[in-house]
């Protein structure tokens, strides 16, 4: 069992930055890869970014490459949405997800097994 909670939303300028983080319950952390997901009122959850159990690969959103990056820190059970260069379009309530150990990084919110309650993220124009 994974139990994760996000944090570091708020209201921010466009061209402006946040980080986001997302601090994990459970020894198996380590294991999971990782994805932060975005959702709008009236629209799928969709795919913003992921991370594989080490760090060693990340992939991005193509809305989001370039400005966003993904990280995790094994030792504090936490990952990270470093969020620059941020635009209105990339309002939403962010959530962090656990995916059990598999051969690939899914992509896909069906394929992951624990979500955090999210964390509004507004940029104004």
């Known amino acids: 069992q994974v139990q994760l909670v996000e944090s570091g939303g708020g209201l921010v300028q466009a061209g402006g930055s946040l980080r986001l983080s997302c601090a994990a319950s459970?020894?198996?952390?380590?294991?999971?890869?990782m994805g932060w997901f975005r959702q709008v009122p009236g629209k799928e959850r969709e795919f913003v970014a992921a991370i594989t159990w080490s760090g060693g690969s990340t992939y991005y959103a193509d809305s989001v490459k370039g400005r966003f990056a993904i990280s995790r820190d094994n030792a504090k059970n936490t990952v990270y949405l470093q969020m620059n260069s941020l635009k209105p379009e990339d309002t939403a309530v962010y959530y962090c997800?656990?995916?059990?150990?598999?051969?690939?990084?899914?992509?896909?919110?069906?394929?992951?097994?624990?979500w955090g309650q999210g964390t509004q993220v507004t940029v104004s124009s």
């Open positions: 459970g020894r198996t952390f380590s294991s999971y890869a």
């Open positions: 997800a656990a995916s059990f150990p598999g051969i690939r990084v899914p992509l896909s919110p069906s394929e992951y097994n624990y």
